[in-house]
């Protein structure tokens, strides 16, 4: 029999049963932070309101809270999340591009199959957010996990 490794299916749905809610878990913490920052009232549904990017605005608090919210849900928290739960450098940046990809999939589920994110603010901000919290992820995993000291048992580490 062949040893299960971090790419198999079983392993990659198991985590990502983990993931996703953790990351709307995340997602809807980052609302209630975002809409404090900018002044509006909370709304669930901020995480899928892509609409509010068209005419975008950082003077508006309407249009600032869901940028700042998948801001935060992407960097900090899905980074976070991919690296606690993950584990891995070589699959960090799948599984946080991954949640970004079912979040667009959920956002056009949530609005319609006919409509889908058109503004540049949206897309520009998802992509980069979700490349941030990979590659996040994968500096994390290699810098605190894969760079570990290594016990050789001979006493002559640090």
């Known amino acids: 029999m062949g040893q299960i490794t971090d790419d198999h299916t079983p392993v990659i749905l198991k985590k990502l049963l983990i993931l996703v809610p953790g990351y709307y878990a995340g997602y809807y913490l980052s609302c209630l932070i975002a809409c404090a920052i900018a002044g509006v009232d909370f709304s669930f549904g901020i995480p899928f309101d892509f609409a509010a990017f068209d005419d975008f605005s950082f003077g508006d608090g309407a249009k600032l809270a869901p940028w700042l919210a998948m801001v935060l849900s992407m960097v900090p928290c899905c980074m976070l999340l991919v690296f606690f739960v993950a584990k891995s450098v070589k699959m960090a940046m799948d599984y946080a591009v991954t949640l970004a990809t079912l979040h667009l999939a959920v956002s056009v589920l949530v609005h ?15 992509v980069a957010s979700s490349l941030a919290a990979g590659t996040g992820a994968e500096v994390m995993t290699y810098k605190l996990v894969d760079l570990k000291d290594i016990d050789t048992g001979r006493g002559d580490g640090p």
């Open 112 to 126: 319609g199959f006919g409509s889908a994110p058109t503004a540049w603010v949206w897309w520009l901000t998802l």
